[in-house]
């Protein structure tokens, strides 16, 4: 049996930019990274919203049909900690 879903490489289909801090923006493009942002490059203080997009992001890293909803979800996050270019 064949699926009928393909993950392919995961990415959105425009990436979110964001600047954390004094930093250049950045371009994040999939679930993947922006769970790895969340995780390693998000400020200290997080919002109500931080925790649901990180599992969000993390889930639709395994399911596709999840990354439209984690990345409108990543985009909430990143307007919470005012980081959103």
Wanted: proline letters at 6%.
């Amino acid at each position: 049996m064949t699926s009928i879903f393909s993950a392919g490489d995961g990415r959105w289909h425009e990436p979110v930019y964001l600047r954390i801090g004094y930093g250049m923006p950045e371009a994040v493009r999939s679930p993947r990274e922006a769970h790895n942002h969340l995780l390693f490059r998000w400020p200290t203080i997080r919002g109500e919203k931080y925790d649901s997009a990180r599992s969000l992001c993390l889930q639709a890293d395994i399911d596709p049909l999840l990354s439209d909803k984690a990345r409108k979800m990543f985009i909430a996050t990143c307007v919470e900690a005012n980081v959103l270019d």
